[in-house]
């Protein structure tokens, strides 16, 4: 079975330094790895993927995502915080034999002025 | 491209009124639609998987009979909350994926938050 480990409840971060928010996961196959973004009564957006190639992702806003396949991580990172980036975030995972993207339970970023 | 769109966006019922949430992929054919349930302060939880044309597929512990799932046509998937419980209340959201579109990826909609008095 597939599942998202997300170890971290909330993360607080100083304005400008480097942020990393944690993600390991498990699946049957090759996994198909996903990072979101939601606000406060707000959908999710949609920040970065990894499929296959380069194990470093760029996504929107600025982050970036690793894939390591001998940890099983796929850790969220910042190279410089903003205020702004506060909210809660998602990370997801399919593995290529399943048919359903499984959800973290989420890691609320906290960024401080 | 790949916008899914979810109306109503919030909505207030009476406890033992039903409640239809739709969802509309706008310029691709889902050919799968998936339905989630948000409590505050939690993750998503999959709810249940609906193929066009075809009975949805639930997730343990989710009553098929109280949460209605149709799926008619490529582009509208419809989840009916019956008999709404305060219980009920969440933030509901889906999301889709077709034959044009990546296998390995969903589009979300933007939710709708149910609260039920």
């Known amino acids: 079975a597939q599942s998202v480990a997300q170890p971290e409840d909330q993360v607080n971060v100083a304005e400008g330094n480097p942020l990393t928010v ?3 996961y498990s699946v049957s196959g090759n996994p198909y790895l996903f990072w979101y973004v939601q ?6 957006q949609f920040l970065l993927k990894y499929i296959t190639g380069d194990n470093l992702v760029k996504g929107s806003y600025g982050f970036e995502a690793e894939f390591n396949k001998s940890q ?3 850790h969220l990172k910042k190279p410089s915080a903003l205020v702004s980036d506060s909210a809660l975030y998602f990370c997801a995972v399919k593995g290529d034999r399943d048919d359903k993207i499984i959800f973290g339970k989420g890691t609320r970023l906290h960024i401080l002025p | 491209g790949a916008v899914v769109s979810q109306h109503p966006s919030w909505v207030i019922c009476k406890s033992g009124t039903s409640v239809k949430i739709e ?4 310029d691709f054919q889902a050919t799968t639609m998936f339905w989630y349930r948000q409590f505050p302060k939690q993750s998503l939880m999959l709810m249940a998987t609906s193929n066009e044309g075809s009975k949805a597929t639930y997730e343990q512990g989710v009553e098929k009979d109280k949460f ?3 799926h008619a046509s490529l582009t509208l998937s419809t989840l009916t909350v019956t008999s709404a419980h305060p219980e009920d209340s969440s933030f509901y959201i889906c999301s889709a ?3 044009l579109t990546s296998y390995n990826e969903q589009f979300f909609g933007p939710g709708t938050r149910l609260t039920v008095l």
Do not use: D, E, V
């Open chain 1, 22 to 24: 944690k993600c390991t």
């Open chain 1, 39 to 44: 606000y406060p009564n707000r959908g999710l």
């Open chain 1, 72 to 74: 099983t991580s796929f």
């Open chain 2, 23 to 26: 969802c509309r992929s706008l």
């Open chain 2, 68 to 70: 209605l799932i149709n």
């Open chain 2, 97 to 99: 994926r077709g034959p």
